[in-house]
């Protein structure tokens, strides 16, 4: 076990693309979100700047540190690298706000002369809204996991790293499509929780769901890649599968489900009968 690791460590090499683009967007960031501080600094809290910078150093150690070796090696982490780039890093990142903060980071120049006249084009306006309407969303995000799973792609994306980096960055994109409608980071336009929200995380918990159940019951190895390229670890390959079918259907369940007590916790007002209670407590106190 111990020669297979140190294997995957001395063939990992450092990104350099991912690392200095991880980094900029980080300095970036940190630069609106102090400016913001002045004049907005109850919305722009010290727990927004952790979990946006927290969300991309997730997202380089996901893809850019020797994790992504382990993850080639075992379905079993490959599952945990796609979870976490479907749930935990777009929630950390959009729970940033990062829309504004990255405006005002970037330099004046880059604002004038690119950003604005992007801005400027309706036509664009109106498609990006379109991305994140809950329909469309949805759709993205549970298309293209299901796409990406199908034996053919996901062999052909593990042996050839420009399409596992195009598998990447679909899942991450697609998946900040989904959290949006969930999350509405500022300055988008806000609303109150509805059912509607448990419907839709409810059905993408299905989707992931139904995969992981054809993991776990198919009594043969789905993806030939690991059959052709057996692990370092000496873990059959069919046990690695329902380990991956394990982890991807509870900890994916929880990504949703989580959420969606939340929600739900919020509808039933429970949370200001709590309020309306300590209230009544303190004032008997007197």
């Not at 959420?259 to 106190?285: E, H």
């Amino acid at each position: 076990m111990s020669d297979a690791v140190h294997e995957i460590f001395v063939e990992w090499r450092l990104p350099v693309g991912l690392t200095v683009s991880v980094f900029l967007a980080a300095l970036i960031y940190l630069r609106g979100w102090l400016e913001l501080r002045r004049t907005r600094r109850e919305q722009f809290t010290v727990e927004r700047l952790a979990s946006f910078l927290s969300g991309l150093a997730l997202l380089w150690t996901v893809v850019g540190s020797p994790m992504d070796g382990f993850a080639d090696a075992l379905l079993t982490m490959h599952m945990v690298e796609h979870l976490l780039l479907m749930s935990a890093i777009p929630m950390l990142l959009l729970y940033g706000l990062p829309v504004v903060p990255m405006l005002r980071g970037l330099p004046g120049p880059v604002v004038r002369w690119v950003v604005a006249p992007l801005v400027r084009i309706r036509a664009l306006r109106r498609v990006l809204q379109w991305l994140v309407t809950p329909v469309v969303a949805w759709l993205a995000m549970n298309v293209a996991y299901l796409a990406w799973h199908v034996p053919a792609a996901y062999n052909f994306a593990l042996e050839n790293e420009p399409a596992h980096d195009a598998e990447h960055l679909c899942f991450l994109f697609t998946s900040l499509m989904f959290w949006w409608y969930i999350f509405r980071p500022w300055p988008a336009k806000e609303r109150p929780d509805d059912w509607g929200m448990l419907i839709f995380l409810a059905m993408g918990d299905v989707v992931m769901t139904m995969l992981s159940a054809f993991l776990a019951f198919c009594d043969r190895p789905v993806y030939s890649y690991y059959v052709d390229n057996l692990n370092p670890f000496h873990i059959p390959v069919l046990q690695d599968q329902v380990m991956g079918a394990v982890v991807m259907w509870v900890i994916g369940s929880f990504a949703y489900l989580a959420p969606a007590m939340i929600i739900a916790y919020r509808l039933t007002g429970w949370s200001d009968q709590g309020n309306l209670t300590q209230v009544a407590l303190r004032r008997a106190g007197k």
